[in-house]
């Protein structure tokens, strides 16, 4: 088998993954098939889909189901289609693309006695280059916002292509301090920053292709490309037998083309240190526990998929990893202690931390509740958020389906496409029934029935009554986008928007708030309420049981991952299946509004 870019990116990791993956010597030198190869990139495809549609305190997407997969596959290959589509308006040549991997470009070389493997998503082949495009499900929103509050270090050409400002030969200092700029591109060379990981991608393809032409003694210049959807693209609404027609908007087109020649070659020295690395950890196998660190990418979307097996170290409650801002490390005086240096230490829970080092107070009431057993509370803090709280109250939370592509006018790429809200109304403090209480509007399909959600939403929210949610960043955003999307109830989302109390701000906190309340800078910022069962998250699911009896536990939609994957499985079911279906993600966005009364009732109840 060859080692492929993406079994490079692993292997790379730590002599522990190369080990795990159980390499046979034997087959380094055959080549791998077309299938294990597309297996392969479908994975690491997904894994882009995810880093864009989920951030860090949403849904636990270290397994990925394969009703994911499925879900999110023709996505990807229709981003894939668009990008060859759409490279004749900036590429000259001829082009070789499909979402087939069979009739993609490949290279392969052998370096140290290895073979290495790649496929190209974009060959485009012209008198003066040879262009190799690289397509992402990611967006320029990662790369545009590297910079400052004004520009970015990347900049769009007289050809629509985007470059670095250097390689526009710019005067840096007329965009941005060099300070500034240096360290924003010193980004796009750290493989583990979002921006860098898909640039160090590029970096390993750059790295076989090269190997390859130089040892066929060809002599070409061969430039490279990301292509990924532009951030601001808006969806204008036009459809062809039922499928959006992504035509060129305002001068902008769906897929944007980014240069990343020469920050490539910054990288080339390290991919090739690091192809030596992979075959010393190929030839020795070693299989021992090694060091954890940064390069594990725990509980991340592109992390190692043996985390189970070498952070098993970690205790399943109360790990070091649960104390808030432990990537911050922690600090004596002006001796800091980074987190996984004090893991490789053996100090692997909460109560292995020396309290001389746990320099946030957030940290040491943690472990003082670990100890003691006990919740940390403040009572105080808590009555007078309540206080804030007026009746009646509208509970309410959204469901979406962040599709990579826009599937609705004026939606841009991985817009949070509301598809279904729940509402219940609090009347009067503790008076409200899970079912009696309970309003909501579930699409029946995937035609845009958002009007109609926005429309029975507004009839029954009024525009002076309290809305609460939890983590209200979501909601108030999705309000907004909805506003400007239909124009004829601006005004009233807005007034909604602006009723929008955050339940977080009672159970967590909200500095402003507080300060706000008559409270010291310090006191504001502390949470209000903790308990060991929590593990340092703050998230529904973990504070609902220390309220209620409710549960998601055996529920057949349990998650926000589930509802998505639900949703998206409508067109697909069988009357009765569908029917079943549609009760079961009508039952679970109904337990989510239904588990924030819930909240807030045990929160009254315990500060009486």
């Known amino acids: ?31 791998i098939s077309i299938e294990e190869y597309k297996k392969e990139e479908e994975m690491e ?125 710019l005067n840096i200092e007329d965009f941005m301090p060099l300070k500034v700029y240096e360290r924003n591109r010193a980004k796009l060379l750290d493989r583990y920053t979002v921006s860098g990981h898909y640039i160090y991608d590029v970096a390993v393809q750059r790295f076989i292709i090269e190997n390859d032409l130089r040892s066929h003694n060809e002599n070409k210049n061969v430039k490279y490309y990301l292509a990924v959807l532009n951030s601001d693209y808006v969806f204008d609404g036009k459809y062809e037998n039922g499928e959006p027609i992504y035509n060129t908007i305002n001068g902008e087109d769906i897929i944007a083309y980014i240069d990343v020649t020469s920050i490539t070659k910054d990288l080339l020295d390290k991919v090739y240190l690091d192809s030596q690395r992979i075959k010393k950890y190929i030839d020795e196998l070693d ?8 390069y594990c990418e725990y509980k991340n979307t592109v992390s190692c998929k043996f985390c189970k097996i070498c952070f098993n170290v970690l205790p399943e409650k109360h790990s070091i990893l649960n104390y808030i801002d432990n990537h911050h490390g ?98 009067k403090p503790g008076k409200c029934d899970l079912e009696k209480n309970h309003y909501g509007y579930l699409a029946p399909d995937h035609l845009d029935h958002r009007l109609d959600l926005v429309k029975y939403m507004c009839e029954l929210i009024p525009s002076d009554k309290m809305v609460l949610v939890y983590n209200d960043s979501f909601e108030k955003t999705r309000l907004k986008e909805l506003a400007y999307i239909f124009p004829e109830y601006k005004d009233k989302l807005f007034k909604i928007r602006n009723n929008v109390f955050d339940l977080m701000n009672i159970v967590k906190t909200k500095s402003s708030l507080y300060e706000s309340l008559g409270y010291s800078k310090e006191e504001a910022k502390m949470f209000n309420y903790y308990h060991p069962d929590m593990d340092g998250s703050f998230s529904i699911k973990k504070v609902l049981p220390l309220f209620s009896n409710l549960t998601y536990k055996g529920m057949e939609v349990g998650n926000g991952v589930e509802a998505m994957i639900t949703y998206a499985s409508f067109p697909k079911l069988l009357p009765l299946d569908y029917k079943h279906k549609y009760q079961k993600l009508v039952e679970y966005c109904r337990q989510d509004t239904y588990a924030m009364f819930a909240v807030l009732d045990g929160l009254r109840k315990t500060v009486k």
Do not use: W
């Not at 495809?45 to 997407?61: A, W």
């Not at 189901?65 to 990008?83: D, G, R």
């Not at 299989?287 to 940064?294: E, H, Q, Y």
């Open 1 to 31: 088998m060859a080692i492929t870019k993406t079994k490079f990116i692993n292997y790379s990791r730590c002599p522990r993954y190369v080990a795990l993956d159980d390499l046979k010597k034997e087959k380094l030198d055959s080549m």
């Open 330 to 427: 922690f600090k004596d005086g002006k001796l800091k202690y980074d987190t996984y240096d004090l893991i490789n230490s053996g100090k692997v829970g909460m109560l292995d931390i020396p309290d001389n080092i746990l320099n946030r107070e957030k940290n040491r009431i943690q472990k003082e509740c670990v100890v003691s057993g006990k919740s940390y509370i403040n009572k105080k803090k808590i009555r007078d958020g309540l206080k804030q709280i007026t009746y009646p109250l509208y509970h309410l939370d959204f469901e979406t389906f962040p599709c990579p592509l826009p599937r609705y006018k004026g939606e841009r790429p991985y817009t949070q496409s509301v598809f279904q809200f729940s509402l219940h109304v609090e009347e």
């Open 45 to 169: 495809h997904i894994i882009e889909l995810l880093c864009n549609m989920f951030d860090d305190n949403g849904n636990d997407l270290i397994d990925v189901k394969n009703e994911h997969l499925e879900t999110m596959m023709p996505y990807y290959n229709k981003v894939e289609i668009l990008a060859g589509e759409l490279a004749p308006k900036y590429f000259k040549g001829s082009f070789r693309f499909s979402k087939s991997t069979y009739n993609q470009e490949s290279f392969d070389a052998i370096i140290n006695n290895i073979r290495y493997l790649c496929y190209v998503d974009i060959y485009n082949k012209n008198e003066n280059n040879i262009n190799i495009i690289e397509v992402k499900a990611t967006t320029t929103k990662k790369y545009l916002d590297l910079g400052n509050k004004d520009n970015s270090i990347f900049k769009k050409g007289n050809d629509g292509i985007y470059y670095l400002l250097e390689d526009l030969n």
């Open 287 to 294: 299989g021992s526990r090694v060091n954890l660190g940064k």
